[in-house]
T-cell receptor, first 113, second 115 residues
Framework: DTAVSQTPKYLVTQMGNDKSIKCEQN?????MYWYKQDSKKFLKIMFS???????INETVPNRFSPKSPDKAHLNLHINSLELGDSAVYFC????????????FGPGTRLTVL | AQSVTQPDIHITVSEGASLELRCNYS??????LFWYVQSPGQGLQLLLK??????LVQGIKGFEAEFKRSQSSFNLRKPSVHWSDAAEYFC?????????????FGSGTRLLVRP
């Protein structure tokens, strides 16, 4: 009965590779997000999708491409991975008419070697 | 520009003692304010939120927070800390954007609990 799930939980890869992180929510929410938490624990929003439409894109390099096949899924694809992409990536979801609370997934720890 | 400041990087309290974590925000309108907790290796869990109304809000796990507009603050409190409260605490302000909104987080406060 997990509300927001992410796969994989850990991802270790070499520089230059392409990787994807998947996110699914079973809360019936219409808005999903990606946040990045760096090594100093600082959290910053990357993207937001509402009903499969990109709403927020916070000056993220275009190597990062979110894709939302439906309201319940928001995947993050990263091309040409760099050392600086190492971080924990959190997916979240909310309901626009539901009070603005965002529910977070468990995170994906990406390590680029 | 919107921002959130958590002035304390670390706080250590003894189990059973009271706790106050500070949060100051900068936002042009009435803010939506949140406190989240992150246990080691875990995601973020919402402790409480303020949208409007009563400025003292109650949350889960015995936490409460008070919104003070004059001080631009939203401090988190707990009267008696338990060892399981040791975690990272994040204050955030919700900034509406079109049909969505983003959370702007503070840098976090790590709570350590002495036995």
């Amino acid at each position: 009965d997990t509300a927001v799930s992410q796969t994989p939980k850990y991802l270790v890869t070499q520089m230059g590779n392409d990787k994807s992180i998947k996110c699914e929510q079973n809360l019936g929410h219409d808005t999903m997000y990606w946040y990045k938490q760096d090594s100093k624990k600082f959290l910053k929003i990357m993207f937001s999708y509402n009903n499969k439409e990109l709403i927020i894109n916070e000056t993220v390099p275009n190597r990062f491409s979110p894709k939302s096949p439906d309201k319940a899924h928001l995947n993050l694809h990263i091309n040409s991975l760099e050392l600086g992409d190492s971080a924990v990536y959190f997916c979240a979801s909310s309901q626009r008419t539901g009070g603005y609370e965002q529910f977070f997934g468990p995170g994906t720890r990406l390590t680029v070697l | 520009a919107q921002s959130v400041t958590q002035p304390d990087i670390h706080i250590t309290v003894s189990e059973g003692a009271s706790l106050e974590l500070r949060c100051n925000y900068s936002y042009g309108a009435t803010p939506y304010l949140f406190w989240y907790v992150q246990s080691p290796g875990q995601g973020l869990q919402l402790l409480l939120k303020y949208f409007s109304g009563d400025t003292l809000v109650q949350g889960i796990k015995g936490f409460e927070a008070e919104f003070k507009r004059s001080q631009s603050s939203f401090n988190l409190r707990k009267p008696s800390v338990h060892w399981s409260d040791a975690a990272e605490y994040f204050c955030a302000v919700g900034a509406p954007m079109d049909s969505s909104y983003k959370l702007i987080f503070g840098s976090g406060t790590r709570l350590l609990v002495r036995p």
